[in-house]
Nanobody
Framework: QVQLVESGGGSAQPGGSLRLSCAAS??????MAWYRQAPGKQRDLVAT???????NYADSVKGRFTISRDNAKNTMSLQMNNLTPEDTAVYFC?????????WGQGTQVTVSS
């Protein structure tokens, strides 16, 4: 019944911006996070946000990305500014439910000239 739907991915030029969204439904959700995985590489944590709105970021995105959530809507967003080609990856929403965590299907972000 739990479903996560990511949106907002696509292509951007270096220095550009994208905003990713994750809509969660079918459960109660606690910590939420964004991960990303580039081809041939491991899946890395990008940012986390608690129910209260406390955030943490990977060093590689600090100062450029902002994670947020709307608890009433069960949505989470990742505002990505000053994008670089190194940000190219599939971005995954991950949310913590009552008994387990859930993964979204992933959304592609491509940064190139």
């Amino acid at each position: 019944q739990v479903q996560l739907v990511e949106s907002g991915g696509g292509s951007a030029q270096p220095g550009g911006s994208l905003r990713l969204s994750c809509a969660a439904s079918g459960g109660i959700f606690y910590n939420m996070a964004w991960y990303r995985q580039a081809p041939g590489k491991q899946r890395d944590l990008v940012a986390t946000i608690s129910v209260s709105g406390r955030t943490n970021y990977a060093d590689s995105v600090k100062g450029r990305f902002t994670i947020s959530r709307d608890n009433a809507k069960n949505t989470m967003s990742l505002q990505m500014n000053n994008l670089t080609p190194e940000d190219t990856a599939v971005y995954f929403c991950n949310v913590e439910g009552f008994t387990r965590s859930y993964w979204g299907q992933g959304t592609q972000v491509t940064v190139s000239s």
